[in-house]
């Protein structure tokens, strides 16, 4: 089945290229969705910045066909490729789509919000993502349009319908949804889709493991590791969906997202008790990591966020 083969491409091959070329020509999604488990399905994104070429389509657009209506995970980078997903659902089921997860806050996670708004879908989100909407929707979308252009017609900020603290629980159809907001990690109001029943997370930006994974301003790494070890890694998840990058299991996910966030901080943590500074701290050795994807836009910042959290703790 291709789901099977799907999850053990995941877990053996290398990282995707930036260099690939769009790999679903016909639509503006960057790659077909596919089934990775029986009923959930998910468009994996390139892992290469947002660009015109890719239509902002760098994450994961995921969806589960319950038996009893559809529930997506992600608004999409804008309202075309929102309106994109909705034609891959309406190919492979004629059940509506009942519910929208925003998965954080993010542009490629919540512009797309008001296609599905124009259909009475109503959008779950953490309350913390739903503020990061409220405070820098308007940013988000200006920055989206420069890129996107007129692949960004249509798209207007919405912001989340619902919000919630800790869980948001459904049961439909075949599934029981948990999307749980487990702890502080990438980004304001991350949260995780938990299916027990198949034992599968949408673990959004809690998990990378083909691009090197954003360490921003708000990101604050300690905590992030808090959350890993006392709340996602007991979930036991066979599958994962990361934010980015192909179905995988858990040890690729802890290899690069938790085992880079120690390497960092370890390499750090030994450049500040050796007395050095900001300047030199932005070239400590990252090199295990560089087979991943962004790891040349994304390294020096990483290390130089980490050192200025650090020289505080």
Do not use: C
């Amino acid at each position: 089945m291709r789901w099977i083969l799907t999850l053990m491409f995941a877990a053996t091959a290398g990282h995707a290229s930036e260099d690939i070329a769009d790999k679903y020509p016909s639509s503006l999604l960057y790659d077909k969705p596919v089934e990775v488990i029986p009923g959930v399905f998910s468009a994996i994104g390139a892992t290469a910045p947002p660009t015109y070429e890719n239509a902002g389509h760098n994450n994961n657009l995921s969806f589960i066909v319950t038996g009893d209506g559809v529930v997506v995970i992600n608004g999409g980078a804008a309202y075309g490729l929102a309106r994109a997903l909705h034609e891959e659902i309406r190919a492979v089921t004629d059940q509506e789509v009942k519910l929208v997860f925003n998965e954080n806050g993010q542009g490629h996670a919540v512009l797309g919000n008001n296609y599905w708004a124009e259909l009475g879908v109503p959008i779950i989100a953490h309350i913390e993502a739903a503020a990061v909407v409220e405070t820098s929707g308007g940013s988000m979308l200006e920055e989206m349009k420069r890129y996107n252009r007129d692949q960004a017609d249509g798209t207007v900020i919405v912001a989340p319908t619902e919000t919630f603290e800790d869980e948001y629980i459904v049961e439909m159809g075949d599934f029981r949804i948990e999307a749980r907001y487990l702890g502080p990690a990438h980004s304001p109001g991350d949260i995780v889709i938990w299916l027990p029943r198949q034992s599968l997370v949408i673990a959004g930006d809690m998990a990378f493991h083909e691009r090197m994974l954003p360490i921003f301003e708000n990101t604050y790494t300690a905590d992030w590791l808090d959350t890993w070890d006392n709340e996602f890694e007991p979930l036991g998840a066979t599958y994962v969906i990361p934010g980015h990058g192909h179905p995988t299991n858990m040890d690729q996910v802890r290899l690069y997202t938790k085992g880079y966030l120690e390497y960092l901080r370890a390499k750090i943590g030994a450049h500040l008790e050796a007395g050095g500074g900001l300047a030199e701290a932005y070239y400590v050795d990252q090199s295990p990591y560089a087979r991943l994807d962004t790891f040349e836009e994304l390294a020096t910042k990483n290390a130089g966020r980490v050192f200025e959290q650090m020289e505080f703790e």
